[in-house]
């Protein structure tokens, strides 16, 4: 045996033969006959961050929901420590500290992040909650991790950002003794500073021996914090690599099972020959943007770039008519209208696909033909009666046009990917063939296989003629896609860059600029 204590501890990776803290073993899971698991087998080490990546539908958060007891393997089985487990449901995951951080967190609305962090577990005084330790908890709690800029212990979960909740959600998981953790794309939602901070986060636990799987769509993630990544394809573990020993294209091969040379389709419009202003805004101001000018042509691509709080969304639910506008014009292929309501801007042709597409653009609950039919009903219907067959065929139609995969048009849209989601709020508005589409973050949460296939579909909106404004925090993807961008900061437009012109360095350096510098902006 070797003397240097050093020379027998386990790599950062961890030790090859070490007994795993979790190990999926032939893990197989079927729904209504569609195979979402096929025999996957998983090692989850302690002191490690295993990075889980796949297409949205390959059977990823099937997978975590195995391990957090939400769902029963159909066959095959867990070992948590070398020992068979099985949880009858993720009480029992958490009992034996197993806990998936799911994308969208469930916040208690009414209480304050401090009851929610410790939800099941506050400090009483007989019967009486102590709000004085639980506050002095939640602060020690927060000065612990990092969280003490980002979250007030005292704000009420209904106020919270996406952000927000997913850092109480993470909070919440660390209030008792955790072997395994497991992030289902936490960044979607967090800032660059708040990504760090959850960076360190991680790195923290991992030091302390946590096992820990990391599921993210965005590569340079999976680069800076993970150690081992594995890769699912269709239901099946298709390979695992050491991040110090693979590379971007080759983890995009292994998840899609092809080459993604041409990722950016975009034919960009032709500069000689002005097609008509779609869209223009001239002095708008609201309570959160001022002195907005800018205009959209037809067959044009127009990216909205800035850092997270620069005004980029508030904009586009303004031009979507829901929010108040207290000055300035809008005006719609040459006709000026007033936004005093969403259905105002529907009448006038601009079709608006939000960030939050869960929450603002989707209904759950509902099918596919509901969904894609929802902005055409007036359309399809007579005396208050919808032509169903039509319907239909239109939803059926818009399936095949942009690949949805689904087994039916009557799937419930809440059990589609993330990818497929997108989709179905893209082919409402192809339905409904708006004059002007804005597109709030329309590939967040989604793979890079989905990702291209959206890339497509907006460029072949713009050769067809519509206007789009699309908003983008991935600066690769505003590049790629946009004829102009337009760089906004508190609020403003700081500056213009035709493709051409357009840089990562240059959209950062508008982005930033200083406060008292020009700050109005025309396109």
Same mark, same amino acid.
């Given at each position: 045996?070797?003397?240097?204590?050093?020379?027998?501890?386990?790599?950062?990776?961890?030790?090859?033969?070490?007994?795993?803290?979790?190990?999926?073993?032939?893990?197989?899971?079927?729904?209504?006959?569609?195979?979402?698991?096929?025999?996957?087998?998983?090692?989850?080490?302690?002191?490690?961050?295993?990075?889980?990546?796949?297409?949205?539908?390959?059977?990823?958060?099937?997978?975590?929901?195995?391990?957090?007891?939400?769902?029963?393997?159909?066959?095959?089985?867990?070992?948590?420590?070398?020992?068979?487990?099985?949880?009858?449901?993720?009480?029992?995951?958490?009992?034996?500290?197993?806990?998936?951080?799911?994308?969208?967190?469930?916040?208690?609305?009414?209480?304050?992040?401090?009851?929610?962090?410790?939800?099941?577990?506050?400090?009483?005084?007989?019967?009486?909650?102590?709000?004085?330790?639980?506050?002095?908890?939640?602060?020690?709690?927060?000065?612990?991790?990092?969280?003490?800029?980002?979250?007030?212990?005292?704000?009420?979960?209904?106020?919270?950002?996406?952000?927000?909740?997913?850092?109480?959600?993470?909070?919440?998981?660390?209030?008792?003794?955790?072997?395994?953790?497991?992030?289902?794309?936490?960044?979607?939602?967090?800032?660059?500073?708040?990504?760090?901070?959850?960076?360190?986060?991680?790195?923290?636990?991992?030091?302390? +021996?946590?096992?820990?799987?990391?599921?993210?769509?965005?590569?340079?993630?999976?680069?800076?914090?993970?150690?081992?990544?594995?890769?699912?394809?269709?239901?099946?573990?298709?390979?695992?690599?050491?991040?110090?020993?693979?590379?971007?294209?080759?983890?995009?091969?292994?998840?899609?099972?092809?080459?993604?040379?041409?990722?950016?389709?975009?034919?960009?419009?032709?500069?000689?020959?002005?097609?008509?202003?779609?869209?223009?805004?001239?002095?708008?101001?609201?309570?959160?943007?001022?002195?907005?000018?800018?205009?959209?042509?037809?067959?044009?691509?127009?990216?909205?770039?800035?850092?997270?709080?620069?005004?980029?969304?508030?904009?586009?639910?303004?031009?979507?008519?829901?929010?108040?506008?207290?000055?300035?014009?809008?005006?719609?292929?040459?006709?000026?209208?007033?936004?005093?309501?969403?259905?105002?801007?529907?009448?006038?042709?601009?079709?608006?696909?939000?960030?939050?597409?869960?929450?603002?653009?989707?209904?759950?609950?509902?099918?596919?033909?509901?969904?894609?039919?929802?902005?055409?009903?007036?359309?399809?219907?007579?005396?208050?009666?919808?032509?169903?067959?039509?319907?239909?065929?239109?939803?059926?139609?818009?399936?095949?046009?942009?690949?949805?995969?689904?087994?039916?048009?009557?799937?419930?849209?809440?059990?589609?990917?993330?990818?497929?989601?997108?989709?179905?709020?893209?082919?409402?508005?192809?339905?409904?063939?708006?004059?002007?589409?804005?597109?709030?973050?329309?590939?967040?949460?989604?793979?890079?296989?989905?990702?291209?296939?959206?890339?497509?579909?907006?460029?072949?909106?713009?050769?067809? +003629?519509?206007?789009?404004?699309?908003?983008?925090?991935?600066?690769?993807?505003?590049?790629?896609?946009?004829?102009?961008?337009?760089?906004?900061?508190?609020?403003?437009?700081?500056?213009?860059?035709?493709?051409?012109?357009?840089?990562?360095?240059?959209?950062?350096?508008?982005?930033?600029?200083?406060?008292?510098?020009?700050?109005?902006?025309?396109?």
């Amino acid at each position: 045996m070797p003397d240097d204590p050093a020379a027998t501890a386990p790599t950062r990776a961890g030790a090859l033969d070490e007994v795993p803290r979790l190990r999926a073993e032939q893990i197989s899971k079927s729904f209504s006959g569609v195979q979402a698991l096929s025999q996957v087998s998983l090692d989850i080490r302690a002191g490690e961050v295993l990075a889980l990546l796949g297409e949205n539908g390959a059977g990823k958060s099937t997978l975590l929901r195995v391990l957090s007891g939400d769902h029963h393997p159909d066959s095959g089985s867990l070992l948590l420590d070398g020992t068979a487990v099985r949880f009858g449901s993720p009480v029992e995951a958490r009992r034996a500290g197993v806990r998936v951080i799911q994308q969208e967190p469930e916040i208690v609305q009414h209480v304050s992040v401090a009851e929610n962090i410790y939800l099941g577990a506050l400090p009483r005084r007989g019967r009486i909650l102590d709000r004085r330790a639980l506050f002095a908890r939640v602060r020690a709690d927060l000065q612990r991790y990092g969280f003490t800029a980002v979250l007030d212990p005292a704000e009420m979960g209904s106020q919270l950002s996406p952000a927000q909740r997913q850092l109480v959600e993470v909070l919440r998981a660390l209030t008792s003794r955790v072997k395994v953790i497991a992030f289902d794309e936490p960044t979607s939602s967090l800032s660059d500073h708040e990504v760090e901070a959850l960076f360190g986060l991680i790195r923290r636990l991992r030091g302390e +021996g946590v096992a820990i799987v990391y599921v993210s769509h965005r590569m340079p993630e999976i680069f800076t914090i993970a150690d081992r990544v594995a890769v699912l394809r269709d239901g099946r573990n298709v390979g695992e690599r050491r991040v110090s020993e693979t590379e971007n294209d080759e983890l995009v091969r292994m998840m899609v099972g092809r080459d993604l040379t041409d990722m950016f389709v975009r034919t960009p419009a032709n500069p000689g020959s002005p097609a008509q202003v779609v869209l223009e805004l001239s002095g708008l101001d609201t309570d959160d943007v001022h002195d907005i000018s800018l205009q959209v042509r037809a067959g044009e691509v127009v990216g909205l770039g800035g850092l997270v709080g620069a005004g980029r969304s508030e904009l586009a639910h303004a031009i979507a008519g829901g929010v108040p506008i207290h000055s300035g014009s809008v005006t719609v292929s040459g006709r000026p209208i007033r936004l005093r309501a969403p259905a105002d801007a529907l009448r006038a042709g601009i079709g608006f696909a939000p960030e939050d597409r869960k929450v603002q653009a989707l209904l759950l609950h509902r099918t596919i033909r509901d969904n894609i039919s929802l902005a055409i009903l007036s359309r399809l219907s007579r005396m208050r009666i919808v032509r169903r067959k039509e319907e239909r065929d239109i939803a059926k139609r818009f399936v095949r046009q942009l690949s949805i995969r689904t087994p039916t048009i009557e799937q419930v849209v809440g059990n589609l990917s993330g990818g497929n989601q997108q989709k179905v709020v893209l082919a409402r508005w192809l339905a409904h063939r708006p004059k002007v589409l804005i597109l709030d973050e329309p590939t967040r949460g989604v793979d890079v296989g989905a990702k291209a296939e959206i890339y497509s579909i907006i460029n072949n909106l713009a050769e067809d +003629g519509m206007a789009l404004l699309v908003i983008s925090s991935e600066l690769p993807e505003l590049l790629g896609l946009s004829d102009r961008i337009l760089v906004m900061q508190r609020g403003r437009i700081t500056g213009e860059l035709p493709r051409d012109e357009a840089s990562e360095e240059r959209v950062l350096a508008l982005a930033m600029a200083d406060e008292q510098s020009p700050t109005g902006g025309t396109a």
